[in-house]
């Protein structure tokens, strides 16, 4: 049988469980990262192999595995390095540990290719179950958590005092430096009653973002973690959608991307449909999207905080499935994104 040198153009779609922790362990069952195909044939990754019969199947080491993986991200770490990317982390990739970790090794690592991630977070089941605890029923008005003084209190202790150092610490064990903040801190937001502050007590809107607080540690290549909490003139604090406040930061610092991680795939064409999932639409579509009832209920907050960016100057906004692991990753470094883009 004839031998011969070849050589091979493969495109890949690997499987890790944990790649970044232990990237030798490899399963399909958790996490599917697939990489996009290149209409570039510079962006092919040419494996060589070593002579062998022309009817012997190629079969790649994960090494090499992972180098071609890292090759393919190449143009995507390239078109968003020292670029801000404003990310919105809540709901189920809170409260799963699994998941939590997997978006706080996605947020390093990214970080560590050269992008400047600003991590925003909410923290609603962690308030619920402190409330519950101190025998204080919580109370929801539209999706809006209806806030007296008392539990305006105990949400103030929990985003700002709990959850955010809980946050700050994961990322520096993750190895990258993270700084914490909430809204008071100075003074990178104001607040301002909302406007159905008679039904639903302190709970506020933004009325000023100073980002002045934010750019040297930006620059320093430190990661900013945000809790939704302001106040106003007075000092009066106010609990703030999350949603809003990263959308009102992504504006202020002139984000390339913001992303808000949800508890859905994206937007679905059809509510009852999880597989009409729409991968891309502008604001004229998303509009009439509305209109038509398409979109309704929580995600209405979700497209209009990212209109808002999108008027203001921000590039992108995402809206993505937060249930799955590394979508955060997915949707920045490949082509297939992990939800639904919202382009201006």
């Known amino acids: 049988m004839t031998m ?3 050589t091979f153009t493969t495109k890949i779609s690997p499987s890790f469980s944990k790649p970044f922790q232990n990237p030798n362990n490899l399963n399909s069952k958790n996490f599917s990262f697939s990489i996009p195909n290149f209409k ?5 990754v040419l494996v060589r192999s070593t002579p062998l019969s022309t009817t012997t199947p190629v079969v790649l080491k994960p090494s090499q595995t992972r180098v071609e993986i890292l090759s393919e991200s190449l143009p995507y770490i390239q078109k968003f390095r020292g670029k801000i990317i404003v990310v919105k982390y809540g709901g189920a990739a809170m409260k ?7 978006v706080i090794k996605d947020l390093v690592l990214l970080s560590c290719v050269g992008l400047r991630p600003v991590f925003v977070h909410g923290g609603g089941p962690e308030i619920n179950s402190w409330l519950t605890r101190l025998g204080i029923q919580p109370n929801f008005l539209n999706g809006l958590r209806v806030t007296d003084a008392a539990t305006m209190e105990i949400v103030e202790m929990v985003l700002v005092g709990k959850v955010n150092k809980h946050l700050v610490s994961l990322i520096n ?24 502050s008679a039904q639903l007590g302190f709970v506020g809107d933004i009325a000023r973002v ?3 607080i934010l750019r040297p540690l930006i620059e320093n290549n430190h990661i900013p973690v945000i809790a939704s909490v302001a106040a106003d003139e007075s000092g009066q604090a106010y609990n703030i959608n999350a949603d809003t406040v ?3 930061l992504a504006a202020a610092l002139g984000a390339e991307k913001l992303i808000l991680l949800t ?3 994206g937007i679905l064409e059809d509510r009852n449909d999880p597989g ?6 502008d604001i004229k579509g998303v509009k009439k999207m509305v209109e038509e009832g398409k979109v309704a209920g929580g995600m209405i907050p979700k497209v209009n905080c990212c209109v808002r960016s999108l008027a203001q100057g921000v590039r992108t906004t995402s809206i993505i499935d937060g249930r799955v692991k590394h979508s955060l990753l997915t949707e920045v470094l490949t082509d297939e994104g992990a939800g639904t883009m919202i382009t201006g």
């Open 263 to 265: 508890d859905i795939a």
């Open 96 to 102: 799963s540990e699994a998941l939590q970790d997997s």
């Open 173 to 196: 064990n993750a190895g990258a430096t993270a700084v914490g903040l909430s809204g008071k801190d100075g003074r990178l937001l104001t607040a301002r009653p909302s406007a159905k």
């Open 246 to 248: 990263a959308g009102e």
């Open 4 to 6: 011969m040198s070849t």
């Open 210 to 212: 100073d980002t002045s």
């Open 276 to 281: 009409s999932l729409v991968k891309q639409i």
């Open 40 to 44: 570039n044939p510079c962006d092919s």
